[in-house]
């Protein structure tokens, strides 16, 4: 408590703070803000496909940018990034809901998504990077990358439940969307005006260290991703780790936009009763990260690590099914608080895998592989899911295959545990 206290003292670790939680906010603002336009507008037959482009949109800049958004941190002065992307988004954001309105082409208003999401990655980049030059001690830095992620990931959710509140409240049509839209707009610009408040300097890079040249740096990092994945072919704990975690998120993701597309057609009568739905199984399943994050340590020490992957993809291989079979709301909503649990608490056992199995001077590279599949899977679930779904969202095969994938997850942990 006592670094917390003193992290909170310091007037720059302040203002880095406030930057992250009100970009962090607009960034849960706007994904909502999305998710709504392309799947509850009553003016759009909105199907699986969709839903998995919508899904790529938010997720693929950050697969593919993320390994390399440091490279380009280290040339650029990272307040810089955070006033100039906030502000940038700001205005791409506007955008965005001048196309909501003004109904062009699909393709224009993902090209315009897309752009926003690109940006973020720079962003979240950008303070993780100039987070240790705003603390006072490398003692407790522990403490504010503890904090500040946290924070921000509470902010986001702050601002989705703002945005599901707004949406409920606007008058239906696509201008309700947009106005969301253009809240998340005034948060990133917040966000931006905020960051003016902190010298250009502080933040880095430092300009004594000459710069590597940018085509070489790029080089150097995707040179660095092989290494990595050779890495992890001699660290066959971690390996298997990061594998399970990887069909894991596939199957969160193939559940997630089958409760999406049953909220839409099956379960509600209009858009805004969907749209509640949806905000009651986010609920669900936020508990459910919330319960592993209280449940896991207790279970790690009980069964292991890989042995706790094994209780949680068993439990959600019998459990989903059960839960998920009748496709109504009440046991789905159950499903939700259950596959968060298991999923997140599979998250956390891989992280602390990869951190002791990975030798640290591979750990970054490693685990910028670990983000990369872990939102490709996800995408890749909803592209398979958009050729297995209904239009009502009610299917079998799926639910089937998704528990499938979980039992020889189980099966496979069970076995690597035992030797």
């Not at 990092?221 to 780790?241: D, K, N, Q, W, Y």
């Amino acid at each position: 408590m006592r670094d917390l206290r003193v992290l909170l003292a310091l007037r720059a670790f302040r203002r880095l703070l406030t930057v992250r939680l009100l970009s962090q906010a607009a960034d849960g603002v706007y994904q909502v803000a999305l998710a709504a336009y392309v799947v509850f507008s009553p003016e759009k037959q909105t199907s699986p496909a969709a839903i998995a482009s919508a899904m790529a949109v938010l997720l693929l800049p950050y697969s593919l940018l993320g390994p390399f958004a440091g490279v380009l941190l280290d040339h650029w002065r990272r307040r810089q990034v955070l006033l100039y992307g906030n502000v940038l988004r700001a205005a791409l954001a506007t955008g965005t809901a001048l196309l909501i309105v003004t109904r062009v082409p699909a393709w224009l208003f993902y090209a315009s998504a897309l752009s926003v999401t690109a940006v973020n990655r720079f962003v979240l980049a950008g303070l993780s990077a100039a987070l240790p030059r705003v603390v006072d001690s490398p003692d407790r830095l522990v403490m504010a990358n503890s904090l500040s992620p946290t924070a921000g990931t509470l902010a986001a959710t702050a601002g989705g439940g703002l945005a599901f509140a707004v949406r409920l409240a606007s008058l239906r049509g696509p201008g309700a969307d947009a106005w969301v839209v253009l809240l998340g707009a005034v948060l990133y610009l917040c966000a931006g005006l905020v960051s003016l408040r902190i010298p250009v300097g502080l933040l880095g890079p430092d300009v004594s260290v000459p710069p590597t040249r940018v085509r070489t740096a790029l080089a150097v990092t995707t040179r660095g991703l092989v290494e990595g994945l050779h890495h992890l072919a001699e660290r066959r704990t971690a390996a298997r780790a990061l594998a399970t975690m990887t069909l894991m998120r596939f199957c969160y993701g193939a559940l997630t936009v089958t409760l999406l597309t049953l909220c839409r057609y099956a379960w509600a009568d209009d858009d805004a009763d969907g749209l509640r739905l949806l905000g009651y199984a986010v609920a669900a399943s936020g508990a459910g990260f919330f319960a592993a994050a209280l449940v896991t340590p207790w279970a790690v020490e009980r069964w292991g690590r890989l042995g706790w992957m094994a209780v949680c993809a068993g439990s959600a291989a019998v459990l989903e099914p059960a839960l998920g079979l009748p496709f109504e709301p009440a046991p789905m909503l159950a499903g939700a608080f259950v596959l968060g649990v298991t999923t997140q608490g599979a998250k956390i056992a891989t992280d602390t895998v990869m951190q002791a199995s990975v030798d640290d001077a591979f750990r970054g590279r490693v685990f910028s592989l670990y983000d990369v599949l872990f939102n490709v899977a996800f995408v890749s679930a909803a592209a398979v899911s958009a050729l297995m779904l209904p239009p009502d969202g009610r299917s079998v095969g799926l639910v089937v295959t998704v528990a499938v994938i979980y039992t020889a997850i189980t099966v496979a942990m069970a076995c690597f545990r035992r030797r």
